[in-house]
């Protein structure tokens, strides 16, 4: 950021932003909001009315898209993490523009992540089920169960996320009620736990923001590869490789990094005010995050194909050939490695990296890429288990279709409602991007 950029001007466009709303506003948000509605919650309302067999599960496939969801927007949540906790470690400047966005990012995504676990289980009032706790049923939870890591895992991960995010916005919250009056007013003072920026409240911020980035951080690693091993611990053809939890890990920062670049460029191109504080520079540097991703996640996909080549069995052999060679995957497949591998090799030019309209478009691939990753590996290698008389095609119903199409319009929705109450991006770290400023204009607070 340029340092002629003053204080005043930083809380005139963030706070601007969040206080003077026009009417596109409101009818994206309620098309995304009825969107919403409409595809995802009233379709889970009628398979919980109808039952689980308005999906293409069956025998021996039992875990579909809904997992498959789950699994993506893990790793979507991911980026918020790594680029709030491990680059204020490394105090990589870049990130203060973008750390805020990327943490609302996280907190929605882990929202979305909890629901299709409860739209997985079919009977959703049945969730205490998966909570140790003594009970009158004289029942404990099985924790040699990979979906009991998940509880622990996405549940640690989801308060510590949370904490994280309202923690560092503490000092924006106590900036913005002397800016705002009526609801907001009391809304941010109440948040805002009495912050008055003294010298000792800084120093306690600053170590504590160190302390939650540090133990936030091991979660980065810990959260997908726990994910990972629902699938690696089992005896399934295509589920038991051990170089699932670094491929996972990696996937879900690359998707993580690809959804940042989407959610900035379309904060650029709807509110201009932005392209001061996200330049080309950012651009620039998360191209590059890319880019190194890419090209780690596409060595864990050829190490995964010669694990099962390697190992040379029937049932590997045929899980491979049925995920490469059979349609309507091995066009899927293609489609996959030429948006996670192929194209993103174009960011080895700069001038690619630093332009938001090649990149958004870029991304966009890297999404789906990584969404039909997961989608090759749960469903598909449970369609060829074993003995042939066990293996099923699956094909998604209506049902899975519209949720899965309803939790991007859902996600959308919240992460739209958020920005205009809670800033998106930080006050306080925007202004140490400024710098000091050596002539103060007049009556300049």
């Known amino acids: 950021m340029a340092n002629k950029i003053t204080y005043r001007e930083i809380n005139q466009d963030i706070i601007g932003f969040m206080t003077n709303t026009g009417i596109w506003y409101y009818i994206v948000l309620g098309f995304m909001a009825l969107g919403a509605l409409a595809l995802f919650f009233a379709p889970w309302a009628y398979q919980i ?65 909890t629901l299709f676990i409860f739209i997985h ?18 029942l404990w939870t099985n924790f040699q169960s990979p979906l009991m890591f998940d509880v622990f895992a996405i549940g640690t991960y989801f308060t510590s996320s949370a904490i994280f995010l309202y923690f560092g916005m503490i000092p924006d919250l106590a900036a913005l009620k002397h800016h705002t009056t009526g609801w907001r007013k009391w809304l941010y003072t109440t948040l805002s736990l009495g912050w008055r920026g003294t010298d000792r409240q800084w120093h306690v911020q600053g170590k504590a923001t160190m302390f939650f980035s540090s133990f936030i951080m091991p979660l980065v690693v810990s959260v997908h590869s726990i994910v990972s091993w629902d699938f690696a611990l089992s005896v399934v053809p295509g589920y038991s490789k051990t170089i699932f939890a670094p491929y996972f890990v990696t996937g879900a920062l690359l998707s993580g990094f690809a959804g940042v670049v989407l959610m900035l460029t379309l904060l650029r191109w709807f509110f201009p005010f932005v392209r001061k504080y996200v330049t080309e520079y950012h651009y620039d540097s998360i191209g590059k995050m890319i880019l190194l991703l890419s090209l780690v996640w596409s060595y864990c996909t050829i190490m995964e194909i010669l694990t099962g080549l390697y190992a040379n069995t029937s049932e590997e052999m045929e899980s491979l050939k049925y995920k490469i060679l059979t349609d309507p995957y091995m066009q899927l497949f293609a489609l996959m490695m030429f948006s996670n591998t192929i194209l ?80 998106v991006f930080s006050l306080f770290e925007l202004k140490e991007d400024a710098g000091i400023p050596m002539e103060k204009p007049h009556g300049e607070g």
């Open 49 to 113: 009315y109808t039952g689980q067999g308005v999906t293409g599960l069956n025998v021996p496939i039992f875990w579909g898209v809904y997992l498959v969801n789950f699994v993506f927007w893990v790793g979507v949540a991911h980026a918020g993490t790594l680029i709030s906790a491990m680059l204020f470690i490394t105090k990589t400047p870049w990130r203060r523009s973008i750390a805020r966005g990327a943490e609302t990012m996280t907190f929605f995504a882990l929202i979305l992540v």
């Open 121 to 138: 289980m079919g009977r959703p009032w049945n969730f205490y089920w998966s909570f140790p706790y003594p009970n009158q049923r004289l």
């Open 344 to 423: 993103p090799l174009v960011l080895m030019i700069k001038k690619v990296r630093i332009t938001p309209v090649i990149m958004f478009f870029i991304c966009i691939f890297v999404m789906v890429g990584m969404w039909l990753e997961r989608y090759l590996i749960i469903p598909n290698a449970l369609s060829r288990k074993f003995l042939p008389w066990m293996w099923y095609d699956y094909f998604p119903s209506w049902v899975e279709l519209s949720i899965t199409a309803g939790a991007f319009m859902f996600f959308i929705a919240m992460f739209m409602a958020s920005i205009k109450i809670f800033p």
